[in-house]
């Protein structure tokens, strides 16, 4: 239980004498009784210092430094009570005054200490703010952060597989033809009988199938080699630094894994363009690879076709 502070303490009892010592003054002497009665004043005084001394000490406050002062007033009064001798009463006073002292001591230390109590919560809660504060900026700016990446990977990538939308796919061939003058190949590959597995088992199996394909040619092809969604079941794969003859291969052991990997049956078709000899633009690539898919399709599927 939190003790009560020194003023909730002291201030009932300091109204309480004053009233007793006010009471007794005018009730006893009069207004005019008042200078003439220095000694039932300091009788009143006596009373009134006992009394505080005694609550302080019982209720065991930290109040020395007010003991100390009512002592000092206690002693002074103590003095003028007691000492007969009319000149040496006036010894009282300067124990009065240094009373006097040690109280305003006692509630100026308060004072400071209460104003560096205030101070240091003050700073406590200015620093808890400011903490609060930087916390919630991080938190918004990880959330833009998260949010601009989010938008990044929402027009670059393809929102039902890992692979890049068209768009990216197109950009990516676009800055390769502009930035690599070294040979390189472009595969375009559609799924076969595509329609049939939607019809057959329904439009979330189809989804699943793409994403199946998309996962098996992603752990086929090497790190520097690109994917793309181009349409519904039709991907683009570049392959940067990679001949005509390396391009077969790598649609050769692409189809060969889908046929042992994939689920329901699935088999792709897969068309051939190579740069330089087939083009040095991106849509020269694209057109002689669709043209070869389209062979692949006419031999009955589940082939690899470059067309020279």
Known sequence: M???????????????????????????????????????????????SILNILILWLRKNNERGLINGLLWLLLSNLFILLVTHELFKYGGIPLRGISYLSIYCHFLKGIKKKIVINRTEADSLKASLIEEYNQKMEKQLSNMQLKQESIIVSNQYDTMTTAYNKKA?????????????????????????????????????????????????????????????????????????????????????????????????????VGIACYPEDGNKTTELIEKADKGLYASKRKGKNSVCYIK
């Open 2 to 48: 939190k003790r009560p502070n020194s003023n909730n303490v002291l201030n009932p009892v300091l109204i309480c004498s004053i009233f007793i010592l006010l009471t007794g003054i005018f009730g006893i002497y009069g207004l005019v009784g008042i200078y003439q009665n220095g000694l039932f004043i300091s009788i009143i005084l006596v009373g009134t």
């Open 169 to 269: 796919i197109l950009e990516v061939l676009n800055s390769l033809l502009s930035l690599v003058k070294k040979p390189m190949s472009v595969l375009m590959i559609d799924i076969d009988n595509f329609k049939q597995i939607n019809d057959t088992y329904g439009h979330i199996v189809g989804d699943n199938c793409i994403k199946n394909v998309v996962d098996i040619m992603q752990n086929s092809v090497r790190k520097a080699d690109y994917i793309g969604r181009y349409g519904g079941d039709e991907f683009l794969v570049v392959l940067p630094n990679t001949s005509s003859d390396e391009a077969k291969s790598i649609a050769e052991k692409l189809r060969t894994k889908i046929i042992q990997q994939s689920d329901y049956n699935i088999t792709i078709s």
